[in-house]
């Protein structure tokens, strides 16, 4: 039996509860503040509009139903590292863990800690370089209250998924209650490839189920909750971007969400007049600070499950009870780094956004086609959840992840490449940190 197939989990005992609350709070974050003016910008009219949101939550639902049958069939700690060494040999899984680690996780931490600066700046301005100094304070000190056991990180995710909840559906419940907006003459967008770049911005704003692989080791009788995790977490995210949208063309009007560049902004306004900027600002700091705390939470793991797997990172293996330590502190100063360079840039969550999302959807791609491979390879199981409608189910998954890995690499710009460039250098990293062969005996 293979090394990592023996992992010892970090922490058994995350209720259906709990996994649910770390998703939603992951996905229902500042994505849904910054998107929709990038896709109002690139539709016709109103029905296509929502429509991608809805193609988004099937596309989330899809991939959904084929995490759950990997993470409850193959639980562990490293989540897609785990299915993608299996399927496809380690050397494909440690150049995964590679750009995880460089690139996918910590730079989406990098760009949710933006994302809050940018409007914790609004709270307490710091000057020029406020937003880059508000990014890294919380990723400090949401990194330590991760450090200080995963019981209080669990807690502390409760607290801030049910705030961020809260504020979301008093902004629903607001916008939906106005009289509605009367529509105004539009310039229509037109063309698959402005179709395609806002599926992408539909698509990174729906980004974060995904880390539910990371807690399949946690979850308590993990092959009978985790679709249930996965279910209500999806159902949940898809109704409560509807509705937000929903929400932000009876008050603004497509036309309006397309000139907004703080959608979320405009649409408190003018609900509760000027004290909306302030209020927002408290809402999506929220919504950040939820989102942070879960990916910290979650990305820890791999480096755990990395570094019991391969001997010169055995460190990042070693944590302190429940916790892996070394991990976060690891995962904290690369997020750091990224920091730093989105601040010299001078927009920081787009460069950090488009850094992200081709080795994302590359990934994402290959774990699609692990899920063929471990499936043909595993006899059925009375207890293991199946996939429904297989093979068209993970064949749809693996059909959106291209289009979106191709979608990424023709639309976005330099941010893309550096993150491509960044993946294309862990090849030699990994060749020569690679544990060799050891030889047969008699060979």
């Known amino acids: 039996m293979a090394k990592h197939e023996r992992q010892k989990p970090l922490l058994a005992g995350i209720s259906v509860l709990h996994g649910a609350a770390f998703i939603v709070g992951i996905v229902v974050g500042v994505g849904i503040f910054k998107s929709p003016q990038l896709v109002a910008q690139n539709v016709a009219d109103e029905t296509t509009f929502i429509a991608l949101w809805l193609v988004g939550g099937l596309i989330t639902f899809v991939g959904a139903l084929v995490y759950a049958e990997l993470a409850s069939a193959h639980p562990s700690g490293g989540g897609e590292y785990h299915f993608l060494s299996h399927a496809l040999g380690r050397p494909i899984g440690l150049l995964f863990a590679w750009a995880r680690i460089t690139v996918i996780q910590t730079g989406a931490i990098a760009a949710v800690a933006f994302a809050y600066g940018d409007y914790a700046q ?112 999806t159902v949940t995210i898809v109704l409560i971007f509807l509705l937000m949208n929903l929400a932000f063309l009876n ?25 909306g900027a302030t209020a ?118 693996c059909v959106s992840c291209g289009y979106l890995l191709y979608s990424s690499l023709a639309y976005t710009g330099l941010g893309a490449m550096v993150g491509v460039a960044v993946l294309l250098i862990g090849v030699p990293v990994v060749w020569l940190t690679m544990p060799k062969a050891r030889p047969q005996p008699g060979s």
């Open 122 to 233: 609004q709270l307490l301005p710091l000057g020029a370089w406020g937003p880059a100094l508000h990014a890294a304070l919380a990723l400090i000190v949401l990194s330590a209250v991760n450090l200080a056991g995963a019981t209080r990180g669990k807690r502390f995710q409760l607290l801030l998924t049910g705030t961020t909840m809260t504020a979301v559906l008093a902004v629903i419940a607001a916008g939906l209650l106005m009289t509605p907006h009367s529509p105004a003459v539009t310039t229509p967008a037109t063309g698959s490839s402005a179709l395609g770049l806002a599926l992408i911005f539909v698509l990174l704003t729906y980004g974060g189920w995904t880390e539910v692989a990371y807690l399949s080791a946690e979850i308590t009788d993990v092959r009978r909750n985790m679709i249930r995790v996965l279910m209500i977490a």
């Open 251 to 275: 008050i603004l009007g497509l036309e309006g969400i397309r000139q907004s560049s703080a959608v979320g902004v405009s649409a408190i306004r003018a609900v509760v007049g000027p004290q």
């Open 280 to 397: 927002l600002a408290i809402l999506v700091c929220c919504s950040a600070l939820s989102t942070l705390n879960g990916t910290i939470f979650t990305g820890a793991r791999l480096y755990h499950a990395v570094g019991n797997d391969l001997p010169v990172l055995n460190k990042l293996g070693i944590g302190s009870g429940d916790t892996p330590t070394a991990a976060i502190i690891a995962q904290s100063a690369i997020a750091l780094a990224l920091v730093a360079f989105g601040a010299l840039t001078r927009d920081g969550f787009e460069a950090m956004a488009q850094y992200t999302a081709p080795v994302f959807w590359l990934f994402l791609l290959l774990v699609g086609l692990s899920y063929f491979i471990l499936r043909r390879r595993a006899p059925a199981e009375a207890q293991r959840f199946r996939v429904p409608l297989y093979p068209l189910t993970p064949a749809l998954f």
